[in-house]
């Protein structure tokens, strides 16, 4: 007799959130399931979840969902960037014409605190617009793939931090800095000061790797232009790995 095969769990990660949840599953998964990380690629020296791991894209939402048909996939957890707007749409539209479940898996966004001075804009091009008025020295924080509305501002200056070199048009005036969160608020203070910086950008992303730099932003009394997250496409959303877990073992038969 042929053995049943096993479900399979996809979990769409890149983030923090994603390996917490692979690490959760990997010594008791939901119904014996085997658990499936993907990864976009677009980072050369990823951190590796837990467990299984695939590295590439599916070929749009057509591709997933093959991809899930051809795998026997019970359920997929979107946990990717809270700006990977595409990847999420994507799901949405691939498990919908697989019937899969989906779980939207997205940390909480960033809360404005007294002391903040936070400018919220809806895009990279609206921060590019905005940042002539509010500063001269930016600390630019939104990662390698959206520096390009920022090219034309010539008669400012930019400190980038990334995990990898931009390949996207930049800024004339820019000063690279590569390093991997988390960070120290004293180390952010430090590098705010030794830079002179006066405006920081940030996405909403989230989470305790990165906010460092808000309570230092805070501290030296910093303008922040926050650009706001996309509007999450999936039905169902949940703000931690626990509770990610807690859906797979009702969704996925034990």
């Given at each position: 007799?042929?053995?049943?095969?096993?479900?399979?769990?996809?979990?769409?990660?890149?983030?923090?959130?994603a390996?917490?949840?692979a690490?959760?599953?990997?010594?008791?998964?939901p119904g014996?399931?085997?658990?499936?990380?993907?990864?976009?690629?677009?980072?050369?020296?990823?951190?590796?979840?837990?467990g299984?791991?695939?590295?590439?894209?599916?070929?749009g939402?057509?591709?997933?969902a093959a991809?899930?048909r051809e795998h026997?996939?019970?359920?997929?957890v979107?946990?990717?960037?809270?700006?990977a707007?595409?990847?999420?749409?994507?799901?949405?539209?691939?498990?919908?014409e697989?019937?899969?479940?989906l779980?939207?898996?997205?940390?909480?966004?960033?809360?404005?605190?007294?002391?903040?001075?936070?400018?919220?804009?809806?895009s990279?091009?609206?921060a590019?617009?905005?940042l002539?008025s509010?500063?001269?020295?930016?600390?630019?924080?939104?990662?390698r793939?959206e520096?390009?509305?920022?090219?034309?501002?010539?008669d400012?200056?930019?400190?980038?931090?990334?995990?990898?070199?931009?390949?996207?048009?930049?800024?004339?005036?820019?000063?690279?800095?590569?390093?991997?969160?988390?960070?120290?608020?004293?180390?952010?203070?430090?590098?705010?000061?030794?830079?002179?910086?006066d405006?920081?950008?940030?996405k909403?992303?989230?989470?305790g790797q990165?906010a460092?730099?808000?309570?230092?932003?805070?501290?030296?009394?910093?303008?922040?232009v926050?650009?706001?997250?996309?509007?999450?496409?999936?039905?169902?959303?949940?703000?931690?790995?626990?509770?990610?877990?807690?859906?797979?073992?009702?969704v996925?038969?034990?």
């Open positions: 007799m042929a053995e049943r095969r096993r479900p399979v769990v996809l979990i769409l990660g890149g983030t923090s959130d390996r917490q949840l690490a959760r599953l990997a010594a008791d998964p014996g399931a085997r658990v499936v990380s993907s990864l976009a690629g677009r980072t050369k020296a990823p951190v590796l979840p837990q299984e791991t695939r590295v590439g894209g599916f070929g939402a057509a591709g997933l991809w899930l026997g996939a019970a359920a997929v979107d946990a990717t960037h809270p700006f707007a595409r990847i999420s749409a994507n799901a949405v539209a691939a498990c919908a697989a019937g899969v479940p779980l939207r898996l997205q940390r909480p966004g960033w809360t404005e605190r007294d002391g903040d001075d936070w400018r919220r804009v809806g990279a091009a609206e590019a617009d905005l002539p509010v500063g001269r020295r930016v600390f630019l924080t939104t990662g793939m520096t390009a509305p920022y090219a034309g501002l010539d400012l200056w930019f400190l980038l931090r990334s995990v990898e070199p931009p390949e996207d048009a930049a800024p004339r005036n820019l000063e690279l800095l590569l390093a991997r969160g988390p960070f120290t608020v004293a180390n952010e203070i430090a590098l705010m000061r030794g830079h002179a910086v405006v920081m950008v940030t909403d992303s989230g989470g990165t460092a730099k808000l309570d230092a932003a805070r501290e030296l009394r910093l303008p922040v926050v650009i706001t997250r996309p509007a999450v496409p999936a039905e169902v959303c949940v703000a931690s790995a626990a509770e990610a877990e807690r859906w797979l073992a009702h996925v038969a034990r």
